[in-house]
Structure formats: C-alpha cells, structure tokens
C-alpha cells in the first residue's frame, strides 16, 4: 500500500466551501504517481525508454463525506489486480479514520500512438 498526504487549500474547494468533486481526481493522480514511484517505475522514463504510458481506462467513485479547506487527507491506493494489459487499484481518501471516497482505477498501458499494450515483465514485477 502506498499513502499520500494531501492538504486542502482555496483553489480545491467549490463555491460552497467543500473540496470540489474534481480535485478529489487530482489527488488520487498524485497518488498512483506517487504508488508507481515507490515500486520503481517511474512515468517519464517509462514513456521516454518504452514509449508506454499508463492511462486511467475505468474509474467507479464514491463520495462518501465533504472534506474542507485545510483537511489534512491522505490518498491510500493498493493493487487489486494486475492484469495482461491493465492494473486495477482501489484507492480511498481519508481524513483521519474517516473514508471520504473511495474509488476503483482501472488503468491501462498503451503506446505512443495511443493503442493498447501489455504491461511489460520488469514493470509488472515491480508492481508484484
């Protein structure tokens, strides 16, 4: 499992003073970055030495209580399944003990030129 920590600040909020749907996208971004990171494989190198890229395929989310401004969250993601061409993650954001969200990634590998590709070996045993 890997964590990331994340404060709230104005630019993630809405109108109404609670963190904005969207941003909770960005968080969980910065948190399969930072997952793919700690196990080895990083982003741009991939993409520069292999010209892969990992992209999200399929996102289930559910919102589950308003964070605000200043919340100190932290974004949990941990592999559910590694598959041929794809990694399915389960990532929940928190507040302390408190789920906010939690959402089910499906990401996919695919080429330069946008077609779908497998996950190669050295990359999948990193992710073991």
């Known amino acids: 499992m890997s964590t990331l920590a994340v404060r709230v600040y104005w630019e993630d909020t809405d109108a109404g003073g609670v963190v904005y749907h969207a941003s909770y996208l960005r968080f969980m971004e910065r948190g399969r970055t930072e997952f793919l990171r700690e196990c080895g494989v990083h982003q741009a190198a991939l993409q520069d030495e292999t010209g892969l890229t990992f992209v999200v395929a399929d996102m289930n989310i559910r ?40 959402a089910d990634v499906t990401c996919a590998v695919i080429s330069r030129d946008g077609k779908p590709m497998r996950i190669p070996a050295d990359v999948k045993a990193k992710l073991a």
């Open 63 to 102: 919102f589950r209580q308003p964070a605000r401004l200043d919340d100190v969250l932290v974004v949990e993601t941990v592999v559910e399944e590694s598959g041929g061409a794809s990694l399915s993650l389960r990532q929940t954001v928190l507040r302390g003990q408190d789920v906010i969200v939690e």
